[in-house]
């Protein structure tokens, strides 16, 4: 028989499933029938089988270094009707200006609608079909009164390919496609756009990424091959979900580098710190709790350490959910 410290084990066995967290990242799942599942919550969920898609490539550093991070100030209500949908009302100060959208979701079955409208009387409207075939995804989505903004979008996922092609609902549309080859370890994708209006290429990048259990490693090439981009994440404690990661760039036009370091750390199960720096002396600092389930408070700072004699830039966000 297992036990674990400090819990009621005869409690636990009035209910038929049971689960409990702790430090916020080991789920203990203990069933009728005295089976124990263990999973780890913050080791990577998304190192599924396959390579995933073009822009999950450098994607776990890009949230640890940028994600979260604002110096606006902005708040979000989210709310459900009787039959399901979420409606979603935002607002954002950004300096003197302050913007605001309303937003809808509806799923019935495979298909979610998503609508929103925001102050400047754009109407933005996407519908996606899940699993319309084994690993595919097919996505509609266009702006009103935007007539160019159509686009129709697929997705497929296998265990060794992931593959995103999209075309624009115009005369001479623009061509997107991204492949990624490889598996949970290592992937290596492109990224091309072609517009037909004028026989050119508009965009072509490559990436290489390799990731292991706590690592994650990739090499991306943006820009037409102007800009390579090296980034770095490593899980340095899954218990207190301790991460330190990196992102070095380099113009090849300009001459230019730009390094940017951070890492997180959570508290506790419901509070989360990050910080981090860049070459140009910019440091930022991030404090983020969930207050209620659903519902969190972000603090975030930024301060020139190049200038100390200006005042740092402080940003708020608040997400409330029922």
Not at 221 to 240: C, E, Q, R
Request: hydrophobic share 35%; proline share 3%; charged share 20%.
């Amino acid at each position: 028989m297992f036990h674990v410290w400090g819990v009621d084990h005869k409690r636990l066995k009035k209910t038929r499933t049971n689960q409990f967290n702790l430090f916020g990242c080991i789920i203990f799942q203990i069933h009728t029938n005295n089976q124990l599942s263990l999973s780890n919550n913050n080791r990577y969920t998304d190192m599924g089988k396959g390579p995933g898609l073009y822009p999950d490539i450098g994607k776990k550093a890009k949230d640890l270094l940028y994600r979260d991070y604002q110096s606006d100030h902005k708040f979000t209500l989210t709310t459900y009707t009787a039959n399901g949908v979420a409606i979603t009302s935002s607002g954002a100060k950004k300096g003197d200006l302050f913007l605001a959208d309303v937003s809808t979701k509806l799923t019935n079955k495979n298909i979610t609608t998503d609508v929103k409208v925001d102050t400047n009387s754009k109407l933005f409207t996407t519908i996606t079909i899940d699993e319309a075939a084994p690993g595919l995804k097919t996505i509609f989505s266009f702006v009103v009164p935007d007539q160019r903004s159509g686009k129709v979008e697929l997705q497929y996922l296998h265990e060794y390919a992931g593959i995103s092609t999209s075309i624009g609902l115009t005369a001479s549309p623009l061509v997107n496609f991204s492949g990624v080859a490889g598996n949970n370890t290592v992937a290596l994708g492109t990224d091309v756009c072609f517009d037909t209006a004028t026989g050119n290429f508009t965009k072509y990048n490559a990436a290489l990424s390799f990731s292991s259990s706590d690592l994650i490693a990739s090499l991306i090439l943006n820009d037409k091959a102007d800009t390579l981009t090296a980034s770095y994440y490593h899980t340095v404690s899954p218990l207190t979900n301790t991460a330190v990661g990196a992102e070095l760039s380099h113009g090849f036009s300009s001459n230019e580098n730009s390094l940017t370091i951070g890492t997180q750390h959570s508290l506790d199960p419901l509070t989360t710190v990050k910080a981090r720096v860049n070459n140009a002396g910019i440091a930022s600092a991030l404090l983020q709790h969930e207050w209620r389930p659903k519902s969190i408070l972000t603090i975030s700072g930024e301060v020139d350490t190049r200038a100390i004699e200006k005042s740092a830039k402080v940003g708020l966000a608040l997400a409330l959910k029922p």
